[in-house]
């Protein structure tokens, strides 16, 4: 057993280094952070559009940063289950959470959520845009948006449509297609992007409205046919991808986000630091063209302008999701 004497030092000693760091200035405090491993919560399971950029964000600083950044994915609930982790974690800056705008429908969705969307996270910044691609299993016979919609008419819910859970990025796209087209179809609901893309991929689906990030690999390899994109213009990499506005149903547009997010209380000298470093692995060829490929463009924002961009959508899809009357089960 250690002596006492020697264990006294060494409570002392760690004592003043902790107090040092506490009050050491801003900028030595940004400085010194990271000093061990830091995770990034991804509340998703693998193989979705938030855990590519993830990923794609976890390798770049590593390298760069000097601490590994590990990724950790806490799937269920829409993303509420990591999301409360994250929020009940110490305000350290050792753990990121990376989630989709499906944080803020949360808050509309749910009736009660273990923590609060907007005061127990502070944006970090939004890391890529969220396009979504509406796509159908090769087996359904239509080639177009128009065809969808008309065979959805005439076999009304009996055409299935993957669903990542009431409030997420893709059953908001998919809800705003079955609204403005006046169609029904069956929604079977999956834990996140990757199960449901091999649900379609299997035939036990046949619809599906996804980050392209998800299915990027399968529409490339023809194994699934894009129809059209949430965006209000094609997108380089799929230049022949209408947008679903031009393809059958004009007025069409719902674009999200994948953003990176810290408990409240972390110091703003680690936010701004992430901020840093988060926007220089954007900026890397690799990440660049990895992400590009995807349609996952990069968004840099400052942490204030993220705030005034969660504050906006908050408002507007309270609105979406009201006009829909969808609560979670």
Same mark, same amino acid.
């Given at each position: 057993?250690? %002596? ?21 200035? %801003? ?37 760069? /940063? ?7 994915? =806490? ?80 076999? %009304? ?30 929604? /079977? ?129 309270? =609105? ?10």
């Amino acid at each position: 057993m250690m %002596p006492r004497e020697t264990m006294t030092v060494i409570f002392r000693a760690t004592a003043a280094v902790a107090i040092a760091l506490l009050s050491a200035p %801003p900028v030595a405090l940004a400085q010194a952070y990271p000093v061990k491993p830091v995770r990034i919560v991804v509340v998703w399971p693998p193989g979705g559009s938030n855990d590519v950029v993830a990923r794609v964000m976890a390798q770049r600083l590593t390298e760069t /940063v000097g601490q590994p950044f590990v990724v950790e994915n =806490r799937a269920g609930a829409t993303g509420t289950i990591g999301s409360e982790i994250v929020a009940k974690s110490p305000p350290d800056g050792y753990t990121v959470m990376v989630q989709s705008a499906t944080h803020i429908a949360n808050a509309h969705i749910y009736k009660k959520l273990p923590y609060d969307t907007m005061k127990d996270f502070t944006g970090v910044l939004p890391l890529a845009v969220q396009v979504g691609m509406l796509v159908v299993h090769p087996s359904l016979p239509v080639k177009s948006v128009k065809e969808l919609i008309a065979l959805a008419k005439a076999r %009304p819910n009996e055409i299935a449509w993957a669903s990542t859970g009431t409030g997420s990025y893709t059953w908001l796209t998919m809800v705003q297609l079955l609204q403005m087209s006046g169609t029904k179809m069956l929604e /079977v609901n999956y834990k996140g992007g990757g199960p449901a893309v091999i649900a379609l991929l299997s035939g036990e689906t046949q619809v599906f409205f996804v980050g392209i990030g998800s299915v990027h690999a399968a529409v490339k390899a023809k194994r699934l046919r894009p129809l059209g994109v949430a965006s209000d213009k094609r997108l380089k990499p799929y230049p022949d991808v209408p947008t679903v506005a031009e393809a059958g149903l004009p007025g069409y547009e719902l674009t999200a986000w994948i953003g990176s997010f810290v408990p409240a209380a972390t110091p703003r000298p680690i936010v701004e630091r992430l901020n840093t470093e988060f926007r220089k692995a954007l900026e890397h060829p690799d990440a660049t063209r990895i992400l590009g490929a995807q349609a996952l463009d990069p968004m840099p924002m400052t942490p204030d302008e993220f705030a005034l961009r969660l504050k906006s959508d908050y408002a507007k899809y309270e =609105r979406l999701i009201r006009s829909t009357g969808a609560r979670a089960q």
